[in-house]
């Protein structure tokens, strides 16, 4: 009676914690894979690093364009040389360099195509990491999808095991039978155990990747359905993947660098201005007498004898060249990558449909084995035999449905 009170006395309590736990499930139900990649996108810190990358390189923008250092010089006379107006007792001197024409443009035009590069970059990683975490998404459905298959044959073995020991007279036969259905159980709990340690490691990687703090269930769909027939495809060519791109914005860096290393090879421009203080001669009278001398001047800069600026355009010449062997390797790799996951997705649909009919018919088997008079010490033998069939033929199935979306998702990485 006086635990009684007590509930009613914290009935209200216990209604907001059961709400809230409610809450909480809807919640995680409500989670979905385009949910997942949105926490990863917003998330990953490789994606943040290479953003704060990219804004460095945009910031290095306003930088770009103002003129060279400014030489600034102060002499003093210590041996004063006499002249006609006056001794000379210090000397200043400013010197401003200045480059040839179109050199501060060609520098932006540098960094605004890094500052692409590190943008498709950014796409690039954005796509491996939704890759990485589909993968992932779809091996722990793999694995929950073979837990569930695993729990329904030892209910189905169970139930058998029971019905043979339930029998008023037991012969030695049917003891047999019953022990190699128990030892049948005690291997599908075997695998559930390994199934279990395989969910938790999958269960953290996918929780690294969203770069999650603590450890989070994962909420995959309960069953996912493969077409009847393969959908068609619209795919786009490999020759506009951003793995493709970023060769186009090497090739245009090293173009726009030569370009700028060909501005630093012509004449640099300085012009200056030299003040001379000049001490006025009390004991002569003669014109301009200590008045200081101001001499603005222009000077050129000429790489005669360097050799450094045409070393430096050989080797972005080099660098383009490789590049472009790169691409073409590249090129061929997504294409082949491209091919074969369209092929293996086509493999895994007739894996599917394959295993689907197998185990139509292995239920078949089950089902007149359920009948109440078929099962003896020899049935016992066709339930194992037609259990391993079925759990065969269920893993397999399961392993196809991954198969499938997994080279769905490297399509779409593709496209």
Sequence with gaps: MRFIVEVLRYKK?????????LMFCY????????DYLVETAANAPSLKAMKIAQEGTIQQLKYIGGLPKTTIGVGYFISQPETRIGDYSAQFHIRQPIHWFGTRKAQKAVTLTQSE???TAIAIEKRRLFLAVKKKYYQIYAITAKQKVLQQQDTILKRYQMKLKGDSIVSNTARVAALKISIARNNLHYKE??????LLNAQSAFNQLLNREGFEPIIVPDNLIIPDEEPTLILDEVTYHPELEKYEHWNRLWDQRKKVNRKKAMPEWNLGLDYIAVDKQFNTVVQNNGNDIVMPYISVSLPLFSKSYKGISNQYT??????EEERITTENSLSHRLETAMNDRITARIQYHTQQ????????????????????SADAETVLEV??????FEEKKIEAV???FVHTAVLNYLN
């Design 402 to 404: 991954q198969a499938y």
């Design 193 to 198: 155990e390994i199934l279990k340690g395989d």
């Design 357 to 376: 009919k197998n185990i139509t018919e292995t239920q078949a088997v089950f089902q007149l084995l359920q009948q109440p008079t078929a099962l003896d």
């Design 318 to 323: 080099v660098a383009q060249n490789k590049m």
């Design 27 to 34: 919640g995680l139900q409500g989670q979905t894979l385009a």
């Design 117 to 119: 590069l590190e943008n």
């Design 13 to 21: 309590y216990i209604g907001i914690l059961y709400a809230a736990f």
């Design 387 to 392: 259990q391993q069939l079925v759990l065969n």
